[in-house]
């Protein structure tokens, strides 16, 4: 398998550049866009333009602003132009006229929320009616940005030589075909049948002449799971406008500012506990801010939901969950849809509970966790939580390591003065992913994986996958495993082939190699029986049922019936001089089912863990008035290779014979271990992320009477904090 190009590796001959007009405003009324004189052969393409719906696959967003202008930056025109620097004068001195909408409540945030989507579970009730002690906490995650190696864009040309058809689909018969032949997408995605359904509806064209090859993806995070299919668009309406190719690609500011982040979360958990720490009763109120327009609100939601339940047991739950949408830019998942925000504030939150108590953090959860509370389907796995915990312990020493921090807190605790230079704690959390996603999309989840023997005995493995990882590896291997196939007679192909959905929560190495697999089994049953070539394709789709024992409105559990499970161990120091933690060392324990290939998934959890670590206390950016500053785009900062901890992995044997996801762990375990660890070396139990260095210095600088706290619970004075 070639490796694919890169973006901005490709130039079509009779090249046009194009460059957005975007708003200035978070809300308003768009009225006109006034543009400078254009020189000969430059157009501007506005919403009016569209031949199509004006409406992205899957969101009611909008490809070119018509009438509403929801945050600052959204596009509003595409200027095409054979000059990149013309084109990038004349958008920046083109003019937006809007009326702008007053915010009704003057004394809020200009910014405003709005409600979009809730959800209820169990039965409310006022937990401070329960009988034993009440632990509260507030924990809130910030955002992250995802930094590609190449910014988000797409290249767009018509190709006449090719096939009116080049695929089996139906045409609609309300589309129609593309005079030009076929229209050529070239864009970085991780879906490329979400840009070919995008381009489709907007420019009104039956599906088969619309040809999308996607090209060299890199680390994207979950960042390129639908943006692409926008900026694809604005290139496809070039390419259709004026029939000539059109490049449209990001600069590396414009990205920063505009495309989405991981969304923030607020999450309010009470519980009440008797005096050995068992949970009698919990409420969690929830919230996340998903930006303008809200994409994929309810698959965020149900899976921050999931989250906040961990692995424990809770008798009696009710949880009210919110998602909002507000005048910044789209917020998206960023590795995993919204579990790892859920967990963090759980994992926290039983850091409490056992501070309370003044029990061990992994005594408390060896007692309490139960991975079978998270997979009922999953009767054959056979690792319990007491053998990933005690797993965690063994290989960090952190039995003795905690003992000795806490008697050192314990005597800083007692002293007047504190003599130490670097402060240590240590931490644990646990953690678990799906295998995909809860909800269907438009396409209703049915996806495909296509296998042919050809007759000169060659394998062609045709699925519609972008990852950057080493499928066709781990493909040759199966291959060779169920048929003697030499991995040099085996061929992947992207191009037009069957959709296997999106590449994201492990879905290609637990849903699409499964879907492999059975291709290749299915052939060696027929290999000797018919004649070549045989083609054979095997499908998914989503399943009835429901999550934790009817707890969530999610419709497929199939997703979520064998998760990838891990315990995270973090120990750190305080550098009081620098008032920043220092990692002194990570230890993971994962239990991944069959691991396929070992070097593909320690890489994948290497890299999760550094970016992990960046969200809890590297990565600091925040939108002020509805816009990134631009010093946080100037002063962004993520981690070197000098500054990454030591990180060890150990995979606990199983006799699973099905790969688990794994590439999203550390986001779901990592933060609550760190932030557990730095709150044992200050003696203060920090309850947000990213951790910033202030809220190191109040705790060092002020006297305990007068250190404001980071995060203040939204509950009675009356509950332990």
Same mark, same amino acid.
């Given at each position: ?248 690609? +990001? ?5 920063? /500012?505009?495309? *989405?982040?991981?969304?923030?979360? &607020? !999450?309010?958990? #009470?519980?009440? %506990? ?91 959860? +060896? ?5 079978? /509370?998270?997979? *009922?389907?999953?009767?054959?796995? &056979? !690792?319990?939580? #007491?053998?990933? %915990? ?332």
């Amino acid at each position: 398998m070639a490796p694919l190009p890169f973006l901005e590796d490709i130039y079509p001959k009779n090249l046009l550049y194009a460059a957005t007009v975007r708003s200035p405003a978070a809300r308003g009324k768009l009225k006109n866009i006034i543009i400078p004189e254009l020189p000969d052969d430059y157009k501007l393409i506005s919403a009016r333009d569209i031949p199509g719906e004006n409406r992205l696959e899957g969101t009611n967003m909008p490809v070119l602003a018509s009438k509403n202008l929801s945050y600052i930056g959204e596009p509003v025109a595409i200027i095409i132009g054979n000059d990149k620097t013309k084109l990038e004068e004349l958008a920046s001195k083109s003019r937006v006229i809007y009326d702008e909408e007053k915010n009704e409540n003057p004394g809020e945030d200009p910014v405003e929320n709005e409600l979009i989507r809730e959800i209820k579970i169990g039965n409310d009730y006022d937990i401070f009616e329960q009988k034993g002690k009440i632990v509260t906490g507030s924990f809130s995650t910030g955002i992250q940005e995802h930094w590609y190696a190449e910014p988000i864009g797409a290249v767009c040309w018509r190709d006449e030589q090719k096939s009116e058809k080049l695929n089996t689909e139906t045409k609609t018969g309300k589309a129609r075909p593309y005079a030009g032949g076929t229209l050529i997408i070239k864009t970085a995605t991780q879906w490329p049948y979400h840009v070919k359904r995008s381009v489709t509806r907007v420019l009104g064209l039956d599906s088969a002449f619309i040809s999308v090859e996607p090209s060299a993806l890199c680390i994207h995070m979950d960042g390129k799971l639908w943006y692409p299919s926008l900026i694809a668009c604005h290139a496809a309406l070039g390419t259709f406008i004026t029939n000539r190719p059109v490049r449209l690609i +990001l600069s590396k500011e414009e990205d920063f /500012l505009y495309a *989405p982040k991981r969304f923030g979360s &607020n !999450i309010n958990i #009470a519980s009440s %506990i008797d005096d050995n720490g068992n949970i009698l009763a919990s409420k969690i109120d929830i919230s996340v801010n998903l930006g303008a327009y809200g994409v994929s609100g309810d698959e965020i939601l149900n899976q921050v939901c999931l989250g906040c339940l961990g692995f424990y047991k809770f008798d009696n739950l009710h949880i009210t969950a919110r998602a909002k949408q507000a005048n910044i830019p789209p917020q998206g998942p960023f590795s995993g849809f919204g579990l790892a925000q859920g967990q963090f504030a759980i994992e926290r939150h039983i850091s409490q509970i056992a501070d309370t108590v003044k029990q061990d953090q992994a005594i408390w959860r +060896l007692n309490h966790a139960d991975p079978k /509370l998270i997979m *009922p389907l999953s009767l054959k796995n &056979n !690792i319990s939580s #007491a053998d990933l %915990i005690n797993s965690a312990l063994k290989i960090s020493d952190y039995c003795r390591k905690w003992a000795s921090y806490e008697l050192l807190r314990q005597s800083r605790k007692n002293e007047k003065e504190d003599n130490s230079d670097k402060p240590r704690g240590i931490g644990i959390a646990l953690g678990y992913q799906s295998n995909g996603l809860i909800f269907p999309g438009e396409d209703n989840g049915i996806y495909t994986a296509e296998v042919t023997l050809t007759k000169e005995c060659i394998l062609e493995i045709k699925t519609s996958i972008t990852s950057s990882e080493d499928y066709n590896k781990i493909w040759e291997k199966i291959a060779d495993e169920t048929m003697s196939i030499k991995p040099e007679m085996v061929h992947i192909i992207s191009t037009n082939a069957p959709d296997c959905g999106p590449s994201c929560s492990s879905r290609n190495i637990t849903v699409v190699t499964k879907m492999v697999e059975r291709c290749c089994l299915a052939i060696k049953k027929q290999r000797f029986r018919d004649p070549l070539p045989i083609t054979v394709r095997r499908s998914i789709k989503p399943q009835s049922g429901s999550l934790r024992a009817g707890l969530m409105e999610a419709p497929d559990i199939n997703s979520f019936s064998k998760p990838g499970l891990a315990a995270a161990v973090v120990e750190v120091s305080i550098d009081l001089v620098e008032c920043i933690p220092v990692i002194r060392g990570i230890w993971l324990t994962i239990d991944g089912g069959k691991i396929i290939s070992a070097n593909r998934a320690k890489r994948s959890i290497m890299r999760a863990s550094i970016q992990a670590l960046g969200w809890a206390f590297i990565e600091n950016i925040e939108y002020t008035d509805g816009i990134l500053p631009k010093t946080q785009y100037d002063n962004f900062k993520i981690f070197s290779p000098m500054e990454i901890p030591p990180i060890h992995i150990n995979f606990l044997d199983t006799d699973n014979s099905e790969p688990k996801g794994v590439g999203e762990l550390p986001f779901t375990c990592i933060p609550a271990a760190f932030l557990q660890a730095v709150s044992q070396a200050a003696d203060h139990c920090y309850k947000s992320i990213p951790l910033k260095r202030k809220d190191i210095w109040e705790k060092f600088k002020v006297s305990d009477e007068d250190t404001p706290a980071p995060n203040a619970a939204k509950f009675p004075a009356q509950a332990v904090k």
